[in-house]
């Protein structure tokens, strides 16, 4: 039996915004009922290539629309959010959670199924680890580690947000994903201290924490505007076996000898289309697994906000 798709409504059409809308308007789960951008320009450019599906003001959701998607600067997740979710409509949004840990708490507090799109949620490499942390005997540390020679990377150009103090750096943008990939499978993730320092403008140009996964201590450093390589690092260090994620998908491991390639498959991709398949499940009533909801995005948000405060 097919299932009647999801009505979905996307807000927010910038990189994030439109990729995810380039997986929901093909994927069988949803149908697209409405769209809508800040910028008049992208709208018209958007209606232009998609002339049946409808660009409205994200400030009124229409009758028919059972979910969102926002993908909008940070300091709208919750205002769009929370209207969405107090009429009952399903929210699927971008992370940071927010930017204003009030905002971020009212969020999660809500109630009503949500989700948050954390790529390193549902990679195959995660799936992996899931199944592999056993080998690692004790839990002795996790390290995050990286590096940015240009910030905003020039993919971002266009959100200039990005490289502004205010809801932009690259704690908010990239550590978080690493906070989530470590509170998803190390133990629920807290800050012990941590600072960033800022140029003269912009945001952030070098970043240190101490934070813990429970029990785990987590070590946290990362550089912008480096003479260094574009370069992600997230090592679980065990007493018996120890794992290293690199550059999102490259999973090695060390048992005391030098690291070895680790040849992962598995059902999850971390592509966009995933974790929409997971939020269908999740609308019609499952948990999915390997799916961030907003509870989940708050804990992140708590510390990513810890280096700014």
């Given at each position: 039996?097919?299932?009647?798709?999801?009505?979905?409504?996307?807000?927010?059409?910038?990189?994030?915004?439109?990729?995810?809308?380039?997986?929901?308007?093909?994927?069988?789960?949803?149908?697209?009922?409405?769209?809508?951008?800040?910028?008049?320009?992208?709208?018209?450019?958007?209606?232009?290539?998609?002339?049946?599906?409808?660009?409205?003001?994200?400030?009124?959701?229409?009758?028919?629309?059972?979910?969102?998607?926002?993908?909008?600067?940070?300091?709208?997740?919750?205002?769009?959010?929370?209207?969405?979710?107090?009429?009952?409509?399903?929210?699927?949004?971008?992370?940071?959670?927010?930017?204003?840990?009030?905002?971020?708490?009212?969020?999660?507090?809500?109630?009503?199924?949500?989700?948050?799109?954390?790529?390193?949620?549902?990679?195959?490499?995660?799936?992996?680890?899931?199944?592999?942390?056993?080998?690692?005997?004790?839990?002795?540390?996790?390290?995050?580690?990286?590096?940015f020679p240009q910030w905003p990377r020039p993919f971002q150009a266009p959100a200039a947000w990005v490289g502004e103090r205010a809801e932009g750096g690259f704690i908010r943008e990239v550590f978080s994903h690493f906070a989530y990939l470590t509170d998803h499978l190390v133990?629920?993730?807290?800050?012990?201290?941590?600072?960033?320092?800022?140029?003269?403008?912009?945001?952030?140009?070098?970043?240190?924490?101490?934070?813990?996964?429970?029990?785990?201590?987590?070590?946290?450093?990362?550089?912008?505007?480096?003479?260094?390589?574009?370069?992600?690092?997230?090592?679980?260090?065990?007493?018996?076996?120890?794992?290293?994620?690199?550059?999102?998908?490259?999973?090695?491991?060390?048992?005391?000898?030098?690291?070895?390639?680790?040849?992962?498959?598995?059902?999850?991709?971390?592509?966009?289309?995933?974790?929409?398949?997971?939020?269908?499940?999740?609308?019609?009533?499952?948990?999915?697994?390997?799916?961030?909801?907003?509870?989940?995005?708050?804990?992140?948000?708590?510390?990513?906000?810890?280096?700014?405060?």
């Open positions: 039996m097919t299932e009647t798709p999801i009505r979905l409504g996307v807000i927010g059409l910038g990189v994030m915004g439109r990729r995810t809308f380039a997986q929901a308007v093909k994927h069988p789960d949803f149908e697209v009922t409405f769209l809508a951008d800040a910028n008049p320009e992208v709208e018209d450019a958007i209606q232009g290539e998609f002339p049946d599906i409808p660009v409205l003001p994200a400030t009124e959701f229409p009758d028919h629309v059972d979910a969102i998607y926002i993908a909008t600067p940070p300091s709208w997740h919750a205002p769009y959010a929370l209207q969405a979710l107090e009429q009952g409509i399903a929210v699927f949004c971008e992370k940071p959670l927010a930017v204003d840990l009030a905002e971020g708490r009212a969020m999660a507090a809500a109630g009503g199924v949500t989700a948050v799109n954390f790529p390193l949620s549902d990679t195959n490499g995660t799936l992996y680890l899931e199944k592999a942390i056993p080998e690692a005997g004790r839990l002795l540390g996790v390290d995050v580690r990286m590096t133990g629920p993730i807290s800050a012990e201290r941590a600072t960033v320092d800022y140029p003269a403008s912009g945001s952030e140009v070098a970043a240190r924490g101490l934070l813990r996964a429970g029990e785990v201590p987590v070590q946290v450093t990362g550089y912008a505007n480096v003479a260094a390589p574009e370069h992600y690092e997230w090592t679980l260090w065990g007493s018996k076996r120890s794992f290293r994620l690199t550059n999102w998908a490259q999973l090695s491991t060390s048992d005391g000898g030098p690291w070895t390639p680790v040849e992962v498959s598995g059902d999850g991709t971390g592509a966009e289309t995933t974790r929409l398949s997971r939020f269908a499940q999740a609308i019609r009533g499952l948990r999915p697994a390997n799916l961030a909801d907003f509870a989940d995005a708050l804990r992140v948000q708590e510390v990513v906000e810890a280096f700014y405060a």
